[in-house]
C-alpha cells in the first residue's frame, strides 16, 4: 500500500498507526545500500594505498551511463588502460554489488499482528528509538507481510501553507480540498506553463521537462498527463509523439501507419504513440489475444521475443498483415515507461500549481521557498528570478515579522530569519522568545550577548531586518559598533553598499543587481558549440597549473538570468588575468560547452 502525506504531518500519521496497531506490531523496514562502480573503485584503490588524487581521477572516467565495471571499462580506453588485468580490478569484480551498509528505507512500514520481533530480524535504530526490520521489502512481501509506504510528500505541505497564507492575507476560509475541482480548461493555467514559469510546478522543474513543455506547448489536461509522462528518460516513442503533436498544431493531423485503424481507439490520446503502460497492455490484449493480467506480466520479463509468435498470429486473424503485426509488435519496449493513473494524479497536482502560481502567486511562491530550504543544497536565487518575471518584491526579513518561514503579503515575499549567515538556531529562537521589538536599542537590551552574538547582530543589520527602525543600515552598523565601543569605519550608505551586504549575508542580492541596466542573456539561450558573447560577475576564481605547469583559471560566474562557470586555459590566461578578480564586471567572449563558457576574451564593463 502506498500512500503520500503532508511531509510535515507524516509522524502524526505513524504515530497513529503505532496506536493502532501496537507500537512493538510496527517497524521501519531496512535499505540497503550496495557498492557501485565508484564506490567500490574508491575502496579498492584506498585499500592500495593510492592517493586521493589518483582516486578520483579514475572515478572521473566511468561513464554516467555504465550499468556496472566491465560496462564502464568498456566505455572508456584509459579506464581500461588503468585498471585491466590488475589485481585491484579483480577485487572490484569481487565486490561490485555487495551490500556495504544498512539505513532506513524513507517511506516503508511493516505492521504485523504480533510484536515485529517474533516474525522477522528486528534490531533497533539507536538514533530514532524505532524498530527497524532487516529483512530487504522484497523478502518481506514474499513471506506475507504487511508493506505500508508511507511517504512524506513536500508538495503537499506546500499546498497546505500556500492556503494558509491566501486565508490569511485574503480573509478567506479556504481548505486545500477546495482546490480539488479547479477549472482544468482554465487558460491561466496553460499560460504558466507556456511562459516556462516551472521552478515551482511539481515534477516539471527539471532540465528535460522544461524542453518538453516548450516544444508541446500544452492547451489541455490530456497534454500536461503526457508530459508528466514522457519528461521522464527512457520513454520510447517520446519523439514521436512530440514531432506528431508539433504537425497535429500546424496541420491538424499526424502520419500514421497503415494498420493504425486498428489501434486508433488506443492511440488517439497520444497523437499515434504509444506512452502509458495502460496503451501497451491494451494492445496486447485487443490485438495479441493476451488477458490483461497475461500483459501486466510481460511488462516484467527479460525479453518479449517469445510471445511474438502469439502476437502476431492473432493479430493477422483480426486482419493485420504479418508485417504489420511484426512492426507493431516490434514497437513495444521493456524500458521505461508510465502508468496513465500516476500521470492523472501528477497532472492533477501540477495543474492545481499552475493554478495557484496564476491566481496566488506571492502565497505559492513563499510555501514553496520554505520548503525548497529543506533541500540539502536549496536554490533561492531561481525562486527568486521567477518572482522579479512576476513583478513580486523580495522584502528583507523583519525583525518583529519574520520567522524561519517566507512571508507573503500585499508588498512581496518576506525572507526568514534562517536565512542569514551566522543565525543559528539557538539564536532565531532567543530573537522570536524576545519580540517584539520597539528600537535597535530595544533589541540589543533584550537580547543576550551569549546568545545573540556579535556576527548575527551584523548581519541581522546588513540583512534590512531593523529597516523597519532606521533604513540606513550605516548608521545601524556605527551605532552598534559605538555601543561596543569599538572604532570600525563602515561604508556610505548606497545602492552598491545594500548589495554588497546582501551578498555577504545571502549569497545574492535580493531586487537589485550589479548588471541592472545592461542586457543579460542566460547561457542556456545559446547553441551548444557556438561562440557567443555574455556578460557576469565573477563570484569565484580557482588557479590551477595544466599540464605545462602554466596558470589557467576555473570561474564561478553570474549574471541576473543564470549562474554558469568559465574556463580561461594558459594561453589566454596571462592578457586576461588583469580583467578577472573577484565582483568584476566582465564581458566574455568564448565557446559555450554545457554551462561553461571557454574563454577567449574578457573585459571590464
Not at 531496512?30 to 579514475?58: C, F, Q, S
Not at 572490484?92 to 505492521?111: P, R, V
Not at 534490531?123 to 514474499?142: G, M, P, Q, T, Y
Amino acid at each position: 500500500v502506498d500512500s503520500d502525506i503532508c511531509y510535515e504531518k507524516r509522524h502524526l500519521l505513524i504515530d497513529y498507526i503505532k496506536g493502532r496497531y501496537g507500537e512493538e506490531n510496527v517497524s521501519h523496514i531496512i535499505a540497503e545500500g550496495k557498492m557501485t562502480i565508484k564506490a567500490v573503485i574508491r575502496k579498492v584503490l584506498t585499500a592500495y594505498g593510492y592517493d586521493m588524487k589518483a582516486i578520483n581521477a579514475t572515478c572521473k572516467l566511468v561513464d554516467k551511463r555504465a550499468e556496472d565495471l566491465t560496462d564502464a571499462l568498456s566505455k572508456s580506453e584509459e579506464l581500461r588502460r588503468r585498471l585491466l588485468g590488475k589485481d585491484e580490478f579483480k577485487d572490484m569484480l569481487i565486490l561490485e554489488g555487495l551490500i556495504s551498509h544498512a539505513s532506513m528505507h524513507a517511506a516503508g512500514l511493516l505492521i504485523t499482528p504480533e510484536p515485529v520481533y517474533n516474525l522477522y530480524p528486528t534490531r533497533i535504530n539507536r538514533d530514532e528509538n524505532v524498530l527497524v526490520s532487516e529483512w530487504h521489502k522484497k523478502h518481506i512481501e514474499a513471506t506475507g507481510g504487511y508493506k505500508f509506504d508511507i511517504l512524506g510528500l513536500k508538495q503537499l505541505t506546500i499546498f497546505n501553507k500556500t492556503v494558509q497564507a491566501i486565508n490569511r492575507n485574503h480573509g478567506t476560509n479556504y481548505k486545500v480540498k477546495d482546490f480539488f475541482h479547479i477549472d482544468l480548461k482554465d487558460p491561466k493555467i496553460y499560460e504558466v506553463l507556456n511562459k516556462g514559469l516551472l521552478r515551482s510546478i511539481f515534477q516539471f522543474t527539471g532540465e528535460s521537462a522544461s524542453a518538453v513543455i516548450n516544444e508541446m506547448k500544452p492547451t489541455t489536461f490530456d497534454d500536461i498527463m503526457v508530459a508528466e509522462s514522457i519528461c521522464r528518460p527512457g520513454v520510447k516513442e517520446a519523439d514521436l509523439y512530440l514531432s506528431n503533436k508539433k504537425l497535429f498544431n500546424e496541420t491538424g493531423v499526424f502520419p500514421v501507419p497503415e494498420y493504425y485503424r486498428f489501434v486508433s481507439h488506443i492511440l488517439d490520446e497520444t497523437m499515434g504513440a504509444i506512452v502509458y503502460q495502460e496503451q501497451t497492455m491494451r494492445i496486447l490484449s485487443e490485438i495479441g489475444g493476451f488477458t490483461l493480467g497475461e500483459a501486466d506480466t510481460l511488462r516484467k520479463v527479460k525479453s518479449l521475443e517469445p510471445y511474438r509468435e502469439r502476437f502476431v498470429t492473432n493479430a493477422v486473424k483480426i486482419g493485420l498483415t504479418v508485417k504489420e503485426a511484426n512492426d507493431l509488435f516490434d514497437r513495444f519496449d521493456l524500458g521505461y515507461s508510465f502508468n496513465k493513473s500516476h500521470a492523472c494524479a501528477y497532472g492533477m497536482v501540477s495543474a492545481m500549481c499552475c493554478y495557484f502560481l496564476a491566481y496566488y502567486p506571492a502565497e505559492f511562491l513563499s510555501a514553496s521557498m520554505t520548503l525548497e530550504l529543506t533541500q540539502a543544497t536549496p536554490d533561492i536565487k531561481g525562486f527568486i528570478k521567477e518572482a522579479n518575471k512576476l513583478g513580486i518584491n523580495i522584502l528583507p526579513p523583519d525583525i518583529n515579522i519574520s520567522t524561519n518561514e517566507f512571508y507573503a503579503n500585499k508588498d512581496g515575499i518576506r525572507l526568514p530569519l534562517n536565512m542569514i549567515s551566522f543565525i543559528g538556531d539557538a539564536c532565531y529562537e532567543t530573537i522570536l522568545k524576545n519580540k517584539p521589538y520597539t528600537s535597535f536599542s530595544d533589541f540589543i537590551a533584550r537580547n543576550p550577548k551569549s546568545k545573540v552574538k556579535k556576527n548575527a547582530v551584523l548581519n541581522l543589520i546588513k540583512a534590512g531586518c531593523f529597516d523597519t527602525f532606521n533604513k540606513n543600515r550605516s548608521i545601524l552598523l556605527s551605532d552598534f559598533y559605538n555601543s561596543r565601543n569599538e572604532d570600525v569605519e563602515v561604508f556610505y550608505w548606497c545602492d552598491e553598499v545594500q548589495m554588497i551586504y546582501e551578498k555577504e549575508v545571502f549569497g545574492f542580492t535580493l531586487n537589485k543587481h550589479p548588471l541592472d541596466g545592461y542586457i543579460n542573456k542566460d547561457i542556456s539561450e545559446y547553441k551548444e558549440n557556438d561562440q557567443i558573447n555574455i556578460i557576469c560577475i565573477v563570484n569565484e576564481i580557482k588557479i590551477h597549473k595544466d599540464k605545462h605547469k602554466k596558470d589557467m583559471a576555473f570561474l564561478k560566474l553570474e549574471n541576473k538570468e543564470c549562474d554558469f562557470e568559465g574556463i580561461v586555459f594558459s594561453y589566454a590566461y596571462p592578457k586576461l588575468s588583469k580583467a578577472i578578480y573577484v565582483g568584476a564586471k566582465l564581458g566574455l567572449q568564448g565557446k559555450k560547452q554545457g554551462n561553461t563558457i571557454l574563454i577567449n576574451n574578457a573585459w571590464n564593463i
